[in-house]
């Protein structure tokens, strides 16, 4: 995966047009530096996610308009590549990225994405224990 400086770079491989020409890089890495999409303050304690909820159920939202499910349904678990500092990291030997974040998704016969959950840890105040990936399904 290249750095964000090669998008603005020489090297024809990883050089995106439209982010070199919309503004320059930074403008942009400023704005990935102090750009906030919810308020540390009304953090609820617990939640780890809390920055980037809003977001996911912004999305489970639009994809549920957007598609009705079959009858065949599957959970998928995805491990989404991520090296940083997170409470939440989860390495798994096995898979292709082995550090990430894991995300459990309720997913179609073709693969569409119905629901999602990200996985942020341990939740001990689940009453019913019927398994990590099973959260997402309604019940």
């Keep these: 995966m290249p750095s964000i400086s090669c998008y603005w770079g020489r090297n024809k491989k990883c050089k ?6 919309s503004m320059p ?3 942009f890495e400023a704005l990935l530096r102090f750009w906030h999409s ?16 809003k977001l996911t159920e912004l999305l489970i939202n ?9 009858k065949i349904l599957t959970v998928d678990e995805t491990m989404i590549l991520f090296r940083g500092k997170l409470k939440f990291k989860q390495y798994i ?8 974040v894991k995300v459990f998704k309720l997913c179609d ?9 990200v ?3 341990k939740n001990t105040t689940k009453e019913i224990d019927i398994g990590l990936a099973a959260d997402i399904v309604p019940y």
């Design 93 to 100: 030997p096995g898979k292709r990225h082995k550090y990430g």
């Design 119 to 121: 996985y942020s840890g």
């Design 62 to 70: 639009k994809y549920q308009e957007n598609m009705n499910p079959g």
């Design 25 to 27: 890089r930074n403008i």
């Design 38 to 53: 919810s308020n540390n303050e009304e953090a609820p304690e617990g939640d780890r996610i809390f920055k980037i909820r």
């Design 109 to 117: 016969m073709i693969g569409y994405t119905y629901s999602l959950e």
């Design 16 to 21: 995106t047009y439209v982010a070199s020409f």
